[in-house]
């Protein structure tokens, strides 16, 4: 492995055909989630967007929560010490408990997103990385501006290909908070349907979208990582 990332959020959507969304019944997942400690929640709130299952921030801007909507679950941990492997239990449990309860047969699709930073090796400052190195190495085409610029980024798409039948859409850009971190996001869409006792597979598709982050996205960011 070219560097560590160190992952700052993950995300996973959980579709499924619409239903309507008794409060009663997520209740109920709350409850269960909350019997169980490394699976719960400490809230439980109604709002127009959906109801929230979520757990105090044990630092600033730190998420830990989980969304149902008529047509989705949606589970966030963002900016806490999480795990790859963390977030795979709780996805799998919270999806098939939620699934259970709410006895919907299966997920029609998924969507999983990843959040990191890497520190290149021979630049310090990422806008640089970004900027001379990956877009143009001529200072002419920026003098066009005529003042410097704050960010920059870029953004990939790979398509299905072969037996890969999910897309990736990849972010690269500088991050504000440090100047010598490149932020990256991984967004995996999946459209296979995964049934309700099959919720493993999230796991499955969860590790896929990491690991195009610390395999083929790290691979190529180090071609441009050189003395």
């Not at 492995?1 to 239903?19: G, N, Q, W």
């Not at 049934?195 to 691979?219: D, I, K, M």
Request: aromatic letters at 10%; glycine letters at 4%.
């Amino acid at each position: 492995m070219h560097y560590d990332p160190r992952t700052i959020a993950f995300l996973a959507e959980v579709l499924f055909p619409p239903i309507q969304l008794p409060a009663d019944a997520v209740q109920g997942i709350h409850n269960t989630l909350f019997r169980q400690r490394e699976l719960a929640y400490q809230s439980f709130q109604i709002a127009p967007d959906g109801i929230h299952l979520t757990n105090l921030p044990d630092s600033p801007g730190s998420v830990s929560s989980v969304t149902f909507m008529p047509d989705r679950i949606v589970v966030r941990e963002e900016l806490r010490a999480t795990t790859l492997e963390d977030f795979a239990t709780r996805l799998v449990n919270v999806t098939k408990i939620g699934l259970e309860q709410l006895k919907i047969p299966f997920s029609a699709g998924q969507q999983i997103v990843i959040r990191s930073l890497v520190t290149p090796r021979h630049v310090t400052d990422s806008r640089e990385f970004l900027a001379r190195r990956m877009i143009s190495a001529d200072e002419t085409p920026w003098s066009h501006f005529g003042r410097p610029f704050q960010s920059a980024g870029i953004s990939l798409m790979f398509p299905q290909h072969g037996e890969n039948t999910e897309v990736y859409s990849v972010r690269v850009e500088t991050w504000n908070q440090d100047p010598r971190s490149l932020w990256i996001e991984n967004v995996g869409t999946f459209t296979q349907p995964i049934q309700r006792a099959n919720t493993p597979e999230l796991a499955t598709n969860l590790t896929r979208t990491y690991r195009f982050v610390t395999g083929p996205v790290c691979s190529f960011l180090h071609e441009f990582d050189h003395a």
